[in-house]
């Protein structure tokens, strides 16, 4: 229950750097450590939305009250999806093809979360 309550914290303060950085800064100005760093923030405010519903999923449909470890990884390899998505549309080469390859990686990632941890 304790890694709820961090995981929240760390995602609020996430999404408010995420929202500073993006009211301040223009991507020009910013510099390839502050692309890392807006990136970064994605990620962790992705990982936070996708642990809470995968959480209240767990409820309703299987009766759970605690999250498994196991749970955290599929959150985190889940999370990563609107990060590669966010990636190929800076290269400019969002279509169905791309979309299918990072579906099919998502879902070979948490086949391998799935069979490992």
């Keep these: 229950m304790k890694h709820n309550r961090i995981i929240y914290i760390i995602s609020i303060v996430g999404l408010a750097a995420l929202l500073l950085m993006l009211n301040i800064t223009s991507p020009t100005e910013i510099g390839p450590f502050g692309v890392l760093l807006f990136f970064t923030t994605v990620y962790i405010v992705t990982f936070g939305i996708t642990a809470i519903?995968?959480?209240?999923?767990?409820?309703?449909?299987?009766?759970?009250?605690?999250?498994?470890?196991?749970?955290?990884?599929?959150?985190?390899?889940?999370?990563?999806?609107?990060?590669?998505?966010?990636?190929?549309?800076?290269?400019?080469?969002?279509?169905?093809?791309?979309?299918?390859?990072?579906?099919?990686?998502?879902?070979?990632?948490?086949?391998?979360?799935?069979?490992?941890?």
């Design 53 to 117: 519903l995968l959480q209240s999923f767990s409820r309703i449909a299987f009766k759970k009250t605690s999250q498994r470890p196991k749970d955290y990884l599929y959150s985190a390899v889940l999370a990563f999806g609107p990060i590669m998505l966010l990636m190929a549309r800076s290269f400019g080469a969002i279509n169905l093809w791309t979309i299918s390859l990072i579906v099919f990686f998502i879902i070979l990632a948490e086949f391998l979360v799935m069979k490992r941890a």
